[in-house]
């Protein structure tokens, strides 16, 4: 049973996010074997002000 973490900046659509965990579960399943439904997505939205790269949060960009 894979288990694929996502971690995201908010902002997203729930389409875009729909389409995200389909096309993950389609590669982990061709390329591990798994079938698709015992292949797991775990979606984690961070809001800007939560992530930061290079020392400067999403926020201040």
């Known amino acids: 049973m894979p288990i694929v973490h996502i971690d995201l900046i908010e902002g997203r659509t729930q389409d875009q996010l729909k389409h995200l965990v389909e096309d993950v579960t389609k ?14 997505v775990i979606l984690s ?17």
Do not use: F
């Open 45 to 61: 939205e961070m809001q800007k002000n939560r992530y930061s790269v290079g020392g400067i949060l999403k926020s201040d960009e």
């Open 27 to 40: 590669a982990v399943s061709k390329n591990t074997g798994a079938p698709a439904e015992h292949v797991h």
